[in-house]
């Protein structure tokens, strides 16, 4: 599926990559609660993938947060999210940059 294609490097070259993170956040979100939608269309796969391969490149508070509701609305419709998953996606690393920062 080509909705969650995004070219990485482009977008960490962006001057607008906050914003491009943000509308994605939101969009992933939304998508996480649009069960049926997501499993009509069987992306359920595709939309995890693409918070994982993008939560590296939050640099904002609401995209974090925003990112991780959506990660917990697929948890609750019983998407594995694995350490390893976290580890290779650098969400630990990314969430603790966070939390360093505050």
Do not use: H
């Amino acid at each position: 599926m080509t909705m969650f294609r995004i070219d990485n490097e482009l977008l960490i070259k962006s001057p607008k990559r906050k914003d491009i993170l943000a509308i994605l956040a939101v969009i992933y979100e939304n998508l996480s609660r649009q069960g049926r939608l997501v499993n009509k269309y069987n992306i359920t796969s595709d939309l995890k993938r693409a918070l994982l391969q993008n939560y590296e490149l939050i640099e904002e508070l609401f995209s974090l947060k925003v990112f991780n509701k959506a990660i917990a609305n697929l948890v609750t419709k019983g998407v594995n999210f694995s350490v390893a998953d976290f580890t290779k996606f650098k969400l630990l690393e990314t969430l603790s940059n966070f939390i360093s920062k505050s």
